[in-house]
């Protein structure tokens, strides 16, 4: 069983900066990706940034050159650092993790963190 536990989410004015940290825990974790998605009210959940295991970077258009993701292997932890924030931002964004499986990859989610800019 793995458990993820995020932080850092907030109020934070547009043009500002939060930082969004995972914690993942269980036993023998071989986590390949690490990532973050976001959904705000009426939309869909959709991918912000992943991590691979070795470190290549994905982002959505929209956070480009904005966002920032990290992890921390020996730690199994995450970070998204968010700076020029937009009040199009505004959502839980919820941490991902993806172990292999016996059948595939399994995924495992954070309870969601929201974040909220304000114009």
């Known amino acids: 069983q793995v458990q993820l536990v995020e932080s850092g989410g907030g109020l934070v004015q547009a043009g500002g900066s939060l930082k969004l940290s995972c914690a993942a825990s269980g036993r023998h974790l071989n986590i390949a990706a690490m990532g973050w998605y976001r959904q705000a009210p009426g939309n869909q959940r959709e991918l912000v940034a992943i991590i691979s295991s070795r470190g290549s970077t994905n982002y959505a258009d929209s956070v480009q050159g904005r966002f920032t993701i990290s992890r921390d292997n020996a730690k199994s932890t995450t970070d998204l650092q968010m700076n020029s924030l937009k009040p199009e931002d505004t959502a839980v964004y919820y941490c991902?993790?993806?172990?292999?499986?016996?059948?595939?990859?399994?995924?495992?989610w954070g309870q969601g963190t929201q974040v909220t800019v304000s114009s």
């Open positions: 991902n993790v993806q172990l292999p499986g016996v059948y595939g990859v399994n995924n495992y």
